[in-house]
């Protein structure tokens, strides 16, 4: 079966198809379990009808995939977080601290940052971080 793409996406009427195809399903199968007519099914596998958002959610349900694997969406890599090894691997120590403990350095962090911008070059944030998190106070 040849699947069909939209601008980087693919068809749902392909989907649907090959979905229902990979389970050795029936139309009429599907359109049971979706509460709906075979011929309106078939339309949807056709491409003469679109499904509403309530149908995918049933139709991702059925097959047990989310929406995005359903329709094909992928979120751009832009809009997400990319860290650093040296980030991970603090996050990994913080993540395994108590929660006062956690708190106790983020309230330090940020009074750190907020110092290091009003004494602008008096002295590095890495020397004051150390100091603070050596003695527990603020030099």
Not at 31 to 54: F, Q
């Amino acid at each position: 079966m040849k699947i069909l793409y939209r601008q980087g996406v693919i068809r749902i009427e392909n989907k649907l198809q090959y979905l229902r195809e990979l389970h050795d399903l029936k139309q009429q199968e599907v359109a049971d379990a979706l509460g709906v007519s075979r011929s309106t099914y078939a339309n949807y596998e056709s491409g003469r009808r679109s499904p509403d958002i309530d149908l995918l959610i049933s139709l991702a349900d059925f097959y047990g995939m989310s929406l995005d694997e359903l329709t094909g969406h992928k979120v751009k890599d832009s809009n997400a977080m990319h860290l650093s090894p040296q980030a991970l691997r603090m996050l990994k120590s913080f993540n395994q601290l108590s929660r006062p403990i956690q708190e106790w350095y983020i309230a330090h962090i940020d009074f750190d940052a907020k110092t290091s911008h009003t004494l602008a070059g008096a002295a590095s944030p890495a020397i004051k971080f150390e100091t603070v998190a050596e003695t527990g106070q603020q030099k």
